[in-house]
C-alpha cells in the first residue's frame, strides 16, 4: 500500500518564476492539504482540497493556488516566488470530515528561491 | 487565531532519561494528534486524542489530552537514541485544519 507521494523532491527557482508541485495521496484518501514548513518551524496550514474543490484556506496570499484530480492527486502552484517562499512543502491527505481524523504526510518537497 | 505553543524547544539527555513535551493553547480543538519528524522527511503520526482527559500509552510513549481540551503532553521514559528528533503537535480546529505547534527538537545522547 503506496503511501503519500510528493514530487520533485527538490527544486530551485528563481525570484519572479512560478512552480508546481505534486502530491499522489494515500490509497483509499479522499482529501488533500498542503503545509509550508520554514526552516526550524512547524508546518503552517495553506490549504485542503476535497471533491475537487479548495475547502479551507489559512493565511496565504492568492499567489498560492491548487487544483485536486478526479483521482484525488493535487497540485499546489505558486506565482512570482519571493525568496520567502523557501520552505519544505507538505502533502497530507486523509479521509474528509469528523473530529480526529488522521492526516498522512508525504515526504516533502524541499523549494529553493534564489 | 488560534494557537499552540510548544516546550521546550529544544531537549538534550542521556540515554535512559525520562522527558515530558508541553503543548498548551487557549483554544479548545476537537482532537490533538502528535507527530515525530525526521530531517528531510514529512511528519509522521505518532497518536491522536480526542476525549478530554485521555491518556495513550504507546510502549515508552504517554500522551495526555487535557480534560479542557486546551493542552497535551508527551512523556518518554527511558529515552533511547533513537528517539532523536523534531516532535510536533497539532491541533485540529472545528473546520477540520490542523494548526501546528512550533516543535520540540529532542536529541538523546548514547
Known amino acids: 500500500d503506496a503511501g503519500v507521494t510528493q514530487s520533485p523532491t527538490h527544486l530551485i527557482k528563481t525570484r519572479g518564476q512560478q512552480v508546481t508541485l505534486r502530491c499522489s495521496p494515500k490509497?483509499?484518501?479522499?482529501?488533500v492539504s498542503w503545509y509550508q514548513q520554514a526552516l526550524g518551524q512547524g508546518p503552517q496550514f495553506i490549504f485542503q482540497?476535497?471533491?475537487?474543490?479548495?475547502?479551507q484556506r489559512g493565511n496565504f496570499p492568492d499567489r498560492f493556488s491548487g487544483h485536486q484530480f478526479p483521482n484525488y492527486s493535487s497540485e499546489l502552484n505558486v506565482n512570482a516566488l519571493l525568496l520567502g517562499d523557501s520552505a519544505l512543502y507538505l502533502c497530507?491527505?486523509?479521509?474528509?470530515?469528523?473530529?480526529?481524523?488522521?492526516?498522512?504526510f508525504g515526504p516533502g518537497t524541499r523549494l529553493t528561491v534564489t | 487565531t488560534q494557537l499552540l505553543e510548544q516546550s521546550p524547544q529544544f531537549l538534550s539527555i542521556q540515554e535512559g532519561e525520562n522527558l515530558t513535551v508541553y503543548c498548551n493553547s487557549s483554544?479548545?480543538?476537537?482532537?490533538l494528534q502528535w507527530y515525530r519528524q525526521e530531517p528531510g522527511e514529512g511528519p509522521v503520526l505518532l497518536v491522536t486524542?480526542?476525549?478530554?482527559?485521555e491518556v495513550k500509552k504507546l510502549k515508552r510513549l504517554t500522551f495526555q489530552f487535557g480534560d479542557a481540551r486546551k493542552d497535551s503532553s508527551l512523556h518518554i521514559t527511558a529515552a533511547q537514541p533513537g528517539d532523536t528528533g523534531l516532535y510536533l503537535c497539532?491541533?485540529?480546529?472545528?473546520?477540520?485544519?490542523?494548526?501546528f505547534g512550533s516543535g520540540t527538537r529532542l536529541l538523546v545522547r548514547p
Open positions: 497530507a491527505s486523509s479521509l474528509y470530515g469528523g473530529a480526529g481524523y488522521e492526516q498522512y
Open positions: 490509497s483509499g484518501h479522499d482529501t
Open positions: 482540497y476535497y471533491e475537487e474543490e479548495e475547502r
Open positions: 483554544s479548545v480543538f476537537s482532537s
Open positions: 486524542v480526542v476525549t478530554g482527559g
Open positions: 497539532a491541533g485540529e480546529d472545528s473546520s477540520y485544519k490542523l494548526i
